[in-house]
């Protein structure tokens, strides 16, 4: 990541927003290396994620999210960068192009597209909470569960369309960063 100032002239800055449960290093260490030929990438991981600075307040709100994201676009000296983000990190990018913050968006797959009233974000977050339930009751037995491919696939399948391709080490990760992330009280503010 370049320091505030000290951008490169040729390759244009990237931003890359994570989802809910995750860390920068979980959600785009793949993807990096393929985007880095073109792109000054850089990868914060949110607020109250593992890696930063615990967040202030509980439940950790979204609009403090997106608020430490600009931070991060400010400390970085990136006034209207690429953004990407996916899920949590998609709603990210798009509310920091609505703050005219953002060159240009890719969001995929969104957080925060529920209408009062619909249920659905509700549901998503209740669904959030049973899975960090489960996480944490099966913490001990995780690095034996996740020995096998095909539970890998079954516990990873709302994170990976292939967790059966996922090293342990990576299943684990991705599994500490869960358990370690505000997953059951972020986001109550969205939408």
């Not at 320091?3 to 244009?12: F, N, V």
């Not at 339930?133 to 709302?158: E, G």
């Not at 599994?175 to 939408?191: E, I, N, Y």
Request: glycine share 8%; with cysteine; proline share 6%.
């Amino acid at each position: 990541m370049s320091a505030k100032g000290r951008l490169s002239p040729t390759k244009l800055p990237l931003v890359l927003f994570h989802g809910l449960g995750m860390t920068a290093e979980s959600a785009w260490q793949e993807v990096v290396p393929l985007l880095s030929e073109h792109h000054e990438i850089f990868t914060p991981t949110a607020l109250g994620h593992p890696g930063r600075p615990p967040s202030w307040r509980r439940p950790v709100l979204i609009r403090d999210v997106v608020n430490a994201a600009e931070w991060h676009l400010e400390q970085c000296g990136l006034e209207r960068p690429h953004l990407a983000g996916n899920s949590l990190g998609g709603y990210v990018a798009i509310e920091l192009a609505r703050r005219g913050r953002a060159s240009t968006v890719c969001a995929l797959s969104p957080a925060g597209f529920w209408m009062a009233g619909d249920g659905l974000q509700s549901q998503l977050l209740r669904k959030f909470k049973t899975t960090l339930r489960m996480a944490r009751l099966t913490q001990s037995v995780s690095p034996l569960m996740l020995k096998s491919a095909t539970l890998r696939r079954l516990t990873l399948r709302d994170t990976a369309c292939h967790g059966d391709r996922l090293t342990l080490d990576r299943a684990l990760k991705m599994s500490d960063d869960f358990l370690a992330s505000p997953a059951d009280d972020v986001g109550r503010d969205a939408g």
